[in-house]
């Protein structure tokens, strides 16, 4: 069964330092998203793309992070000059046909920022 | 704003036994869907029930069933012969339908579900 999968599973970063967490989609899938979980918080949408530009973003998304699809298959997250509260579990999600359509959800990356 | 409560930060159940996690929400939209995730302590996110508001019937998957009252805002999850593989982290969720553009899933703060030998 396709599945979206992330990497790494778990990545340590200095406060300061720039960070790309990488996705791959299910690869007929054209709507791509990031969900945060700081430990012990519920799960937050940050960013969701489709057709190589930002569909919808959240106010936690400001001008350090930025989202890209650099080839066909790789959905990123930048977050260029990591804080403290940025440590949390980073979830990637893509679905078929967007609006309406089941997302589906990688197993997300630890992010340690220290 | 679109918001989910899930009032239950852990509960208990031994296996075997039935319990019910509950969530209520609060929207103005008449269609959406709703959803309850597991996460496991892998914490992968994993749907385990979906529930479109058009529908009367409530949804069932296998143990997994819900109890939707929209009237109410409820979207209670009922675990039936609870085993220790259901331990994990529950997240109810909502989601807008598909002729409101906003697609982003809002989450409630979720409930630990302990199973006890």
């Known amino acids: 069964e396709p599945e979206v999968t992330q990497t790494p599973s778990h990545q340590v970063t200095q406060m300061g330092q720039e960070v790309i967490l990488r996705c791959v989609p299910i690869s007929n899938h054209l709507y791509f998203y990031w969900y945060r979980q700081i430990l012990g918080q519920k799960v937050e949408f940050l960013v969701s793309?489709?057709?190589?530009?930002?569909?919808?973003k959240s106010e936690i998304f400001d001008d350090q992070f930025s989202v890209e699809r650099p080839d066909g298959s790789n959905f990123t997250l930048k977050i260029r000059s990591t804080k403290l509260e940025d440590s949390a579990m980073y979830f990637c999600?893509?679905?078929?046909?967007?609006?309406?359509?089941?997302?589906?959800f990688g197993p997300g990356t630890r992010l340690t920022v220290t | 704003a679109q918001t989910v409560t899930q009032s239950q930060p852990e509960m208990s159940v031994q296996e075997a036994e039935t319990v019910t996690l509950s969530c209520t929400y609060d929207?103005?939209?008449?269609?959406?869907?709703l959803f309850w995730y597991k996460q496991p302590p892998s914490r992968q996110m994993i749907l385990v029930i979906r529930q479109e508001a058009y529908k009367q019937q409530n949804a069932t998957e296998n143990r997994f069933s819900v109890n939707f009252q929209k009237a109410a805002k409820s979207f209670s999850l009922k675990i039936s012969d609870s085993q220790l593989g259901d331990a994990a982290m529950y997240f109810c969720?909502?989601?807008?339908?598909?002729?409101?553009?906003?697609?982003?899933?809002?989450f409630g703060k979720g409930t630990r579900l302990h199973i006890l030998p």
């Open positions: 793309f489709y057709n190589n530009e930002i569909s919808e």
């Open positions: 999600a893509s679905s078929e046909l967007g609006v309406g359509d089941e997302q589906y």
């Open positions: 929207t103005s939209e008449s269609d959406y869907y």
């Open positions: 969720a909502y989601r807008a339908d598909q002729m409101n553009r906003d697609d982003k899933i809002i």
